[in-house]
């Protein structure tokens, strides 16, 4: 199972959902109702968040009846692992105990997916297990056949959208959803169905977005706490994006591309829409973006120095680091023995292909027969590496794309611009691509994970841009990014940014 499919919730989040989601329930609801209420974790594991939730409904009743008071109604918790129950029973004793409480949980071994679960719930609270497709091909096969699977599955979604779905759906109307989840599904193309069901059966009413993982054991993740309301007030949303603290209006949180989730904050709002509306494109329509190679065996195909013996099939292989802002590496420090469907063996690379057979042939491409055993895995269409071509690196602290006319091959953490037709200026495209208003646009509407911007396919080919019909217009640009190629300098930058800045009519100087 992967890393962060059981780390349970921190103690300090744990009680903040408790609290928060309770408050606002009993916003709503007579504070005599304390007793009625029904709160269930369909993936409660040991019980972080149950007994957090069990601690707070003591001290309301305390408030409201001036004694501790338990319902056995309140708290219902699923999970697949026995030990975990056993040791959420044993903590949810010591808790009643401390308070003097006689009682008992419901709670139940089962897989939630597959469990039947008419009773519905007031508050519907969890950090469900997160497990991606590509590692876990057989659990997403078998769910894929049910009749909730066949409703909700997704290529590429992760198996964690199935509880906040089953979340949903078994949640009364006006009820809450509080959930701890990676942050990947706010824009991930795989979550639209996910998004669209949030958006129609209700609203956001808080979301803190962290751009690091709020779990010790799971370095690297990056996490939101989301709380939902299944009815609709239109009140606003209040976000806590890091440090950042604003709100949001209900119209303006779902994009209108894809349904994404966007956290604008309310004063860079004007910009993104005059960028929007100054704007006469997209990307897609002007370029195509291509991954680079995946050879699915490095070892076999990448040298660290030329080898003469496969001079005919060698290219010279950059790394992403070797893509800079306007330029690239000159000298690659890899080459590939490039091979795609059109290759012809020599003798000699045949004779050195031919010791790994067995370990090629074992390539996913290979075994369902769409590639021969000796080419690369993915070597994509060659043009790409060859014609001119803005690239990228797929993830990125900033925005730095380089441009080279030079044969130019890497793996598939850079990306590649290229033409859609001969009438495009790719120099003209390369200065907004590198310029501070493109940044503020990304930033804000492109896709990321932590601090790091990720140039990936979808997100780039929705980006607007404006891209004049007059030739002088775009000379103008054109000049100056052709300096930057040459030699980089921060004045002509300048000029750059002031540029796409006027154009869109908007003034970033301060907030970057
Ligand atoms: C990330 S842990 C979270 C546990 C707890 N909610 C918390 O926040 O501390 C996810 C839990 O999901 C449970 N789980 C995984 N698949 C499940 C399934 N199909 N049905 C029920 N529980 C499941 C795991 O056993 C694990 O306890």
New binding site residues.
């Given amino acids: 199972m992967e890393y962060?499919?059981?780390?349970?919730?921190p103690e300090e989040y744990?009680i903040s959902m408790a609290k928060i989601s309770l408050d606002k329930y009993l916003e709503k609801t007579s504070k005599e109702k304390l007793l009625d209420i029904k709160i269930v974790?369909?993936?409660?594991?040991?019980?972080?968040?149950l007994l957090a939730m069990l601690e707070e409904l003591l001290k309301v009743s305390k408030k409201v009846f001036g004694e501790y008071k338990y319902s056995e109604k309140w708290l219902t918790g699923?999970?697949?692992?026995s030990k975990?129950l056993d040791t959420l029973k044993k903590r949810a004793q010591a808790l009643f105990f401390k308070y003097g409480i006689e009682g008992n949980l419901n709670i139940k071994e089962?897989?939630?997916?597959y469990e039947k679960m008419d009773e519905k719930y007031d508050i519907v609270i969890?950090?469900?297990?997160?497990l991606g497709e590509k590692n876990h091909k057989e659990v997403f096969h078998i769910i894929k056949e049910t009749d909730f699977g066949k409703k909700y599955y997704k290529p590429k979604m992760d198996y964690f959208y199935f509880f906040i779905e089953k979340g949903i759906d078994i949640l009364k109307e006006d009820g809450i959803l509080v959930y701890?989840t990676t942050n990947y599904w706010l824009k991930a193309d795989s979550a639209e169905g996910l998004r669209e069901k949030l958006k129609s059966e209700g609203e956001f009413f808080r979301i803190e977005n962290y751009s690091h993982s709020i779990f010790k054991d799971a370095i690297g993740q990056h996490n939101v706490i989301f709380y939902w309301r299944k009815s609709k007030s239109e009140e606003e949303i209040f976000v806590k994006d890091d440090g950042l603290e604003y709100e949001i209006d209900q119209s303006n949180i779902f994009g209108e591309e894809h349904s994404k989730i966007n956290l604008i904050p309310p004063f860079c709002k004007k910009n993104i829409e005059k960028i929007r509306m100054n704007s006469n494109k997209i990307l897609g329509d002007l370029l195509n973006v291509n991954q680079g190679i995946v050879s699915g065996a490095d070892k076999v195909f990448v040298f660290d120095e030329y080898k003469e013996e496969f001079g005919d099939y060698l290219k010279p292989f950059y790394k992403n680091k070797d893509v800079g802002k306007y330029e690239v590496s000159k000298k690659p420090p890899f080459w590939i023995i490039y091979l795609n469907g059109k290759s012809k063996l020599d003798e000699n690379l045949m004779s050195y292909l031919l010791e790994y057979k067995s370990k090629l042939s074992l390539r996913r491409e290979v075994v369902n027969n769409r590639i021969n055993w000796w080419e690369l895995q993915w070597a994509r269409d060659e043009e790409i590496f060859l014609k001119p071509k803005i690239v990228v690196r797929q993830r990125c602290k900033t925005n730095n794309f380089g441009y080279t006319e030079n044969p130019f091959y890497s793996s598939a953490d850079v990306y590649y611009l290229t033409a859609k037709n001969s009438e495009v200026n790719l120099f003209y495209i390369l200065g907004y691509l590198n310029s501070k208003v493109f940044y503020y646009w990304f930033n804000y509407i492109g896709k990321k994970k932590g601090k790091n911007l990720e140039f990936y396919s979808t997100p780039l080919k929705e980006c607007p841009l404006y891209y004049p019909d007059k030739e002088e217009e775009l000379k103008e640009i054109v000049g100056l990014v052709e300096k930057q190629i040459d030699n980089y300098d921060e004045g002509i930058q300048e000029r750059i940014d002031l540029y796409f800045s006027k154009i869109m009519g908007i003034d970033i100087r301060e907030e970057q």
């Avoid at 699923?78 to 692992?81: R, S, T």
């Fill in positions: 962060n499919y059981k780390i349970y919730t744990a974790d369909i993936s409660c594991g040991s019980g972080n968040l699923f999970d697949i692992d975990a089962c897989d939630s997916l969890g950090n469900p297990p997160y701890l």
